[in-house]
């Protein structure tokens, strides 16, 4: 791969940590190191999990082309282990389905060799030190050369690696302001970015334009691409069915027309999340506090209360 290898820096630093501590104390991440593990998603398609998000690579003449990269302190491991499963010798395209650390950590060392492709609201926030939620850790900026080169607004855009017809278009307004999500189109595989989590709860990143009701939309607007052998894969957790995307999509439709409904009657979040809304969902999702809190607070750049 073209993205700096740099085996022998790994060695030294894995070797000079062990040699500052004795056996039996190395710390959990160095004794193990990332937990990455590969699926097929077909002829030429890959899922890579452990690198803090779902990582699909499209292997075609040129390389592979990769779908989000990872943080970017598993970046390194997750590279290796593409260019291993693949046999692909170069990373030509980088998706970011939007501007968390989870998506975009492989940029800078990607940076001037892939393409990166994004919405340009990803281009932007990346400019620019946000916090991430839930913890609100600043995240950025990136140096201007990681940063997406290759950015679009709205509808959705066709493209072709190998075979495989490619389409990625925007999610508006959903788990950011920058959503993408990406359809391999022959191997019928449909990758969802941020708006779908099969693991628990999503984020609503409001501060960044994510808001409850675009959520719904999203999810329809995925609905709508996937049919009933589709792989739907989510940020984060496994494949789904588009059975599984329709039962999100009403669920999310279920809590935003609650949470509309308490804006009208001018209550508070706190207020809010006791009449928890979302807890007949909390057996396959669990606990709904903070997404209901933010799910609310979402709703305040979108509705006045006497609307
Ligand atoms: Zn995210």
Known sequence: MKYPLDRRSFIKTVTGAAAV??????????????QLSSQSLGDNLWLFTGAGCNVVACKDSDGVALVDGGLEAQSKELL??????????????????????QQTGSNERLAGTATI??????????EYANPVP??????GPLPAKARPDKTFYWDSVKTQFGDEPVEYGYLPQAH???????????????VTGGPVSNQGW?????RTGGWIMGLDDALKTLVGLADDNTKVVPANGPVMTKADLVAQQRMYADIGGQLGRFMRQ?????EVIAKAPAAAYEAKMGDSKLFVDQAFRSLWGHMAPDA
């Open 80 to 101: 290796r282990r593409v260019q291993k499963d693949t046999g692909a010798d170069r990373v030509h395209t980088l998706f970011n389905t939007h501007w968390h650390p």
């Open 134 to 139: 839930p913890q609100n850790k600043p995240y």
């Open 21 to 34: 501590v004795s056996l039996g104390q190395l710390p959990a991440a160095f004794a193990t190191g990332p």
């Open 266 to 270: 001018s209550l508070g979040p706190d």
């Open 202 to 206: 999503p984020i609503i990143d409001y």
């Open 117 to 126: 492709i994004a919405h340009e609201n990803t281009r932007l926030w990346l």
């Open 176 to 190: 950011t302001d920058g959503d993408v999500y990406v359809f391999f189109r022959k191997s019928n595989v449909l």
